[in-house]
């Protein structure tokens, strides 16, 4: 994603931060809509919902967890979304793409949506619900690289929404910088993450016990251990469970559940390479 300065403009049509919000780049001619699924009706009441776009269906569990997109694109907005309305469960969002000047076409779109499933499963953020990435289409160089334009474009709209689907966990790391890691030991884990401005991010294999000590039972706590398993964002390796890859947690205390198995304070168990908490290191001011 491109690092330089942006205005981004976000207009609300009915004045309610929680309704209908469509954002652009002031200088370019893409628009992102976001759509409560409630909302689903009023959005195709809008002039707007007559192009062809591309489409995301934005979902999660209710404790925040296993959060899902569904990537498409159509030239029929409203038969497509309210189809998806009726036969798809998990999503809550619809973010929709079009171009200020309706010159998206069939072409774009079906180039986009390839591209957008390639970014998204290497991101890894997300749990990709379509069936497959398929294969890229034929698509002229000039059209190509209009495509890879309206990408960028929708990939900095998207994560402005709070959607960064597009978006690693971790960022690769260049020669000049160094990554601050953080360390989990206790209850037997062997955890590594970094501090970042969204949560907390464990790498790819941190490892920690498989069971849960007693308190947890029964707990929505174990629940969230058990869904991590389940989604396949911790592997069992005998007695033990292993990251299967890079994963964000909203609190430090969240990741360090995820690996001890046991209600804990990860501002004091996370620490630096030379024994210092995140607590430490991250929340107490110098006066």
């Known amino acids: 994603m491109s690092t330089t300065p942006k205005t981004i403009q976000i207009f609300l049509p009915s004045g309610d931060p929680r309704g209908i919000r469509i954002a652009e780049i002031t200088t370019r001619i893409v628009q992102v809509i976001e759509v409560p699924r409630s909302l689903l009706p009023d959005f195709i009441k ?18 925040g967890t ?6 498409g694109q159509t030239g029929d907005l409203p038969a497509r979304l309210t189809s998806h309305n009726k036969s798809k469960d998990f999503w809550q969002r619809a973010i929709v793409l079009i171009s200020r000047t309706n010159s998206l076409t069939q072409t774009h779109s079906l180039f986009l949506e390839w591209y957008c499933l390639q970014a998204a499963n290497k991101a890894a953020r997300y749990v990709v619900e379509n069936g497959n990435a398929g294969s890229k289409p034929h698509t002229p160089a000039p059209l190509e690289a209009d495509c890879l334009e309206i990408f960028e474009t929708g990939q900095v709209l998207l994560a402005t929404l709070g959607y960064p689907v597009f978006d690693a966990v971790s960022k690769p790391v260049t020669s000049s910088e160094e990554l601050e890691v953080f360390y989990c030991k206790a209850s037997g884990a062997d955890g590594r993450g970094l501090y970042t401005p969204e949560g907390f991010v464990v790498l790819k294999g941190s490892s920690g016990r498989k069971t849960n000590v007693d308190s947890l039972i029964g707990t929505p ?6 869904r991590l398993v389940k989604s396949g964002v911790l592997k069992v390796a005998g007695d033990k469970v292993v990251m299967a890859t890079d994963h964000l947690f909203k609190t430090p205390s969240g990741a360090a559940l995820a690996l001890t198995g046991r209600m804990t304070n990860g501002w004091v168990n996370w620490r630096s390479k030379d024994g210092k908490t995140l607590d430490e290191l991250k929340r107490q001011q110098p006066e």
């Open 46 to 63: 809008m002039p707007e919902s007559n192009q062809v776009a591309l489409y995301f269906l934005f979902g999660e569990a209710e404790d």
């Open 66 to 71: 296993d959060a899902k997109v569904y990537i």
């Open 221 to 226: 706590a174990e629940r969230f251990r058990e």
